[in-house]
């Protein structure tokens, strides 16, 4: 079946530090790809998507980019913030499936003055 | 405001108890799902609906109900078959016009057992 994987946590970054955090996927067909937001506390709330391979999804200065032949979508961002402490989760949504999802295991960032 | 609501925040079950988690949504979406979330498990899907009246198992159905009466309601029952659900509960729905389209998703539920 589906699946997605991202690397573990905690990430701990300076301020204004680079920030990755890798995603590779396991799906039949060609998913759509997500990158969900969690605050403490609270649900989830959509990063940035790419439907198609190639597609670059961007969305407050977070950039991933769909890799068909790496099966990979990682997520980056050039400067972090302290705001932008919490939890990251990448997601698969399967063609045909309704718009349910297949999340990973969710990445911790921490972001330090 | 258009939005998901859930409640209640925190929740106390008691052994061989049942208990419900309410999820209304004023979105006018057609699908809404309930999801799981461990710590380090990421969210694992409960159950889906994608009308009223009907409704599809996830990955981890067993312990739980649902139902699909009205089109923004979806309560989930935690039911005492579930022998660990100590958890932090998630709501969404989403339109079905064919696009892939992103979920909502409510602020959840923390359940815990007394």
């Known amino acids: 079946g589906d699946s997605v994987t991202q690397m573990e946590g905690p990430v701990t970054l300076s301020e ?98 | 405001d258009g939005g998901i609501t859930q409640s209640p925040k925190y929740l106390f079950r008691k052994e061989g108890q049942n208990v419900t988690l309410s999820c209304e949504q004023n979105l006018n979406h057609d699908a809404m799902y309930w999801y799981r979330q461990d710590p380090g498990q990421g969210l694992r899907l409960i159950y889906y609906s994608q009308i009223v009246n009907d409704f599809q198992k996830g990955d981890i159905a067993e312990g739980y109900s649902v139902s699909r009466e009205k089109k923004e309601s979806f309560p989930l029952t935690v039911t005492s078959a579930q022998k660990n659900p100590t958890a932090f509960y998630l709501c969404a729905s989403s339109s079905l016009d064919g696009r892939i389209e992103k979920l909502f998703f409510g602020s959840g539920t923390q359940l815990s057992v007394l």
Do not use: M
Request: aromatic letters at 14%.
């Open chain 1, 16 to 113: 204004e530090a680079f920030l990755t955090i890798n995603c590779t996927y396991t799906a039949t067909g060609y998913p759509s790809l997500f990158w969900y937001v969690q605050y403490p506390g609270e649900g989830l709330q959509l990063l940035l998507k790419a439907t198609k391979a190639d597609d670059k999804g961007s969305n407050k200065g977070f950039e991933a980019t769909y890799r068909k032949e790496t099966t990979s979508f990682h997520l980056e961002k050039g400067s972090v913030q302290v705001s932008d402490s919490a939890v990251y989760f990448c997601a698969l949504s399967d063609q045909g499936g309704g718009n349910k999802l297949t999340f990973g295991t969710g990445t911790q960032l921490k972001v330090e003055l």
